[in-house]
């Protein structure tokens, strides 16, 4: 081995010094999710200059005037590209106005009134303050403990609270980190020690000896069992506690799917939110209205009447159609503040248990359910609810044919001046066929399905100030979730003159548990939240209409007879196309076919052969793991299993006893081996344990030959160990 005296190694203190810049990426990344920061392509790069400025120890006088440069340069690009040359007079005039303005707030202490380009300076100016500290703390102290900690904690908070992926970012922290540490540890030792020599190899070695750690760690980590959650989960608690109600729609720090108030602007993508919001205890699966909309801006949904609430009365259905009773309980999680109330069907009584004086009032219009004590709104923890069930006939809301109220075509038909013509002229293509409106809304609904519309939640796209929200979803994206479905739809339906209007709440939930009683407990989350359509039919009212690709209608729609639903089916199916839809349709299934021949032949052929090798080297790695206890019985089965001597049978039934204390199933000290047996025979329900057993002991005390006696037992043997081991 090559040894090398102590001494300061630039190429050491380098490596180091780069690997704190890795760090300090960990805090950049998350900007653009936190706050509005953008250009953190330019910040990064302004950042790795200060390093290497700092690492270089460039004169002051050179240094000085460079990070400089780069810091107007980066706000110039960010601010006044456009309006004013660099560096020029007037330049230089606005920079040291708005420096000069920002000075007075702060000293006032005004800190929210800061303009963004004195904050953007002050961002530049912290990163050169830490290009200085991290090289302090890498090359001089060799410590870098306290700015790990404290980039964990703060990696941890921020993909807690925002929309942040910090899977990766963890793993690269811990990896770094655990790098800096062991590096610098052994850096620490060798001068404390004083050590004039040492192999040049000790610091690769090093690192190599801690990706294995980190590796195995890893690795064990992932494959060993793990408990269910003993806690609930605190992170509502918190966001209820520094006021981020997940139910309010309010001060989020993130855009999570979920219940909110504010529709005024739709569209961008979301990130799933499993946090419960109620459960139900009913019959079977129901969607749970919270609201409905009625005037469509182009960019999302607003409310254009007036609170007038009818008490305990919101009428959705009309004489046409059959209902029946159904009762609900329903229990909001405590982190929970909705001062509204969610309901399925249409509601007939709310009882709220033994306390009296709250009253619940519904909007004539929006159906939207409130709670008060006196005059106060309330949130309610709990109450019950009894509501009609709907049963429409399919053969009567065919057989419509009256016109609509004029307070229904007044508020329901709105659309806005800006909406694309091509809008309606595509409604009017899908339904050209079709006579009545239960056939035309049914022919929108199912549209979707068949046009090549994508359900996505992340890559979901916002209209821009000239664009339509439901104009972009139907020509341009043709990819979204419940949001773009139901608005276009409504938009659709009321350019053919059918009064709809858009309605938000949740779906059924996760079916939890089926009670003795008959009913069901269903948990309701922020993932579940959804809007859907509603559709207005004379001597009928409002009926649900479901338009999002993987949702089913929860309302019951009956034919009188199957021969009827199959009739129908066809001419759905099979309608007289016009030309125009037909050559629609065509291109949608030429993109289709051109996708699929792009996938065979383009990316499927090009990347066989790495995908082939990759998951081969996937599986390899991972079998052992996740196939741990499949390949354990088959090495017991082949290692005793053939096993043909005296002690044949003593080293399988050992094997069998060691098998079960893996599971978890450990003999007790006081416990014989019949009692053991005995245990093992209750927990799987069976008696084998104990007819081997038996068999042990009579090789063990008394006087049966034991080849025999494994002759008899082998095949229960290798029940058992195939049993255990499933």
């Not at 040492?198 to 690192?207: K, T």
């Not at 209007?501 to 309701?524: C, H, M, P, S």
């Not at 044949?648 to 199933?665: M, N, R, V």
Request: proline share 4%; charged share 20%; aromatic share 16%.
């Amino acid at each position: 081995m090559v040894a090398t005296t102590m001494k300061t190694h630039k190429g050491r203190h380098f490596f180091l010094y780069m690997l704190s810049y890795i760090l300090l990426l960990e805090w950049l990344l998350p900007l653009p999710y936190i706050t509005d920061t953008g250009y953190i392509s330019f910040f990064i790069g302004v950042t790795l200059c200060f390093f290497l400025l700092t690492f270089m120890q460039v004169k002051v006088w050179i240094s000085l005037p460079i990070k400089l440069g780069l810091i107007f340069y980066g706000l110039h690009l960010m601010f006044l590209e456009g309006s004013f040359s660099f560096l020029s007079f007037s330049w230089f005039e606005l920079f040291f106005s708005d420096l000069s303005q920002n000075i007075m707030m702060m000293i006032s202490g005004n800190w929210t009134g800061l303009t963004d380009m004195f904050r953007s300076l002050l961002f530049f100016v912290l990163l050169a303050v830490m290009s200085y500290l991290l090289f302090f703390w890498t090359v001089f102290a060799k410590r870098i403990l306290f700015f790990l900690l404290f980039t964990i904690v703060y990696i941890t908070v921020i993909d807690t609270f925002t929309p942040y992926d910090a899977t990766y970012s963890i793993v690269r922290i811990f990896m770094v980190g655990f790098l800096l540490l062991g590096l610098m540890t052994l850096y620490r030792t060798i001068e404390r020690e004083n050590v004039k020599t040492y192999s040049s190899i000790l610091p690769i070695r090093l690192i190599a000896s801690l990706c294995v750690v980190l590796l195995l760690a890893s690795s064990f980590g992932f494959a060993a069992p793990k408990y269910e959650p003993q806690w609930a989960d605190p992170v509502p608690f918190m966001k209820a506690a520094i006021g981020i109600n997940p139910g309010d729609g309010s001060g989020a720090l993130r855009q999570r799917i979920g219940y909110g108030n504010n529709d005024g602007r739709l569209g961008g993508g979301f990130e799933d939110d499993d946090t419960p919001v109620f459960q139900v205890v009913t019959p079977q699966a129901q969607y749970w209205r919270g609201e409905s909309k009625d005037y469509y801006t182009g960019k999302g949904w607003e409310t254009s009447t007036p609170a007038e609430p009818v008490k305990m009365n919101y009428p959705l259905f009309e004489k046409e159609v059959e209902v029946k009773t159904i009762e609900a309980s329903i229990s909001f999680e405590p982190y929970q503040n909705f001062q509204h109330i969610f309901y399925a069907g249409e509601p007939t009584d709310i009882s709220i248990g033994s306390i009296i004086d709250i009253s619940v009032y519904f909007d004539a219009y929006t159906g939207k359910g409130y709670t008060f004590y006196g005059n106060d709104a309330v949130h309610l923890e709990s109450y019950q609810l009894t509501f009609l069930e709907p049963h429409f006939s399919v053969s009567k809301l065919r057989a419509v044919t009256g016109g609509d109220p004029e307070g229904i075509r007044n508020l329901y038909l709105q659309l806005p001046d800006t909406l694309p013509d091509r809008v309606g002229e595509l409604a009017n293509d899908i339904t050209a066929n079709f006579s009545n409106r239960y056939d035309q809304v049914k022919a929108i609904e199912r549209y979707y399905r068949m046009a090549g519309f994508r359900y996505e939640t992340k890559n979901v796209a916002v209209p821009g100030p000239d664009e339509d929200y439901v104009d972009q979803f139907l020509f341009e994206t043709k990819q979204g979730y419940c949001d773009n479905y139901s608005t276009s739809m409504v938009v659709m339906l009321r350019t053919l003159g059918i009064p709809a209007r858009w309605v938000k709440g949740f779906t059924q939930g996760e079916r939890l548990q089926d009670l003795a009683d008959g009913n069901r407990i269903y948990q309701i989350t922020n993932a579940n939240a959804h809007s859907w359509v509603e559709v207005y039919f004379p001597g009928h009212g409002w009926i649900p209409f479901e338009p999002t690709q993987g949702f089913n209608n929860a309302s019951n729609f009956v034919f009188e007879t199957p021969e009827l639903e199959a009739q129908w089916e066809r001419e759905m199916e099979n309608p007289t196309i016009e030309p125009e839809v037909e050559e629609t349709l065509a291109d949608v299934q030429e993109d289709e076919v051109a996708a699929v021949g792009l996938k065979k032949e383009g990316l499927f052929f090009e990347f066989a052969f790495w995908a082939v090798v990759i998951t081969t080297l996937f599986f390899i790695a991972i079998v052992a793991i996740i196939f741990r206890k499949k390949i354990l019985v088959h090495f017991l089965l082949y290692r005793y299993g053939k096993l043909n001597n005296e002690r044949s049978f003593e080293l399988a039934f050992h094997a069998l006893i060691w098998l079960l204390g893996y599971k978890g199933l450990v003999k007790k000290h006081s416990e014989t081996l019949r009692e053991f047996a005995a245990r093992i025979d209750s927990f799987y329900s069976m008696n084998d344990m104990t007819d081997i057993t038996l068999n042990y002991e009579k090789v063990s005390y008394g006087n049966n030959h034991p080849k025999e006696v494994w002759k008899e037992s082998q095949k229960l043997w290798e029940y058992l160990i195939k049993k255990i081991g499933s």
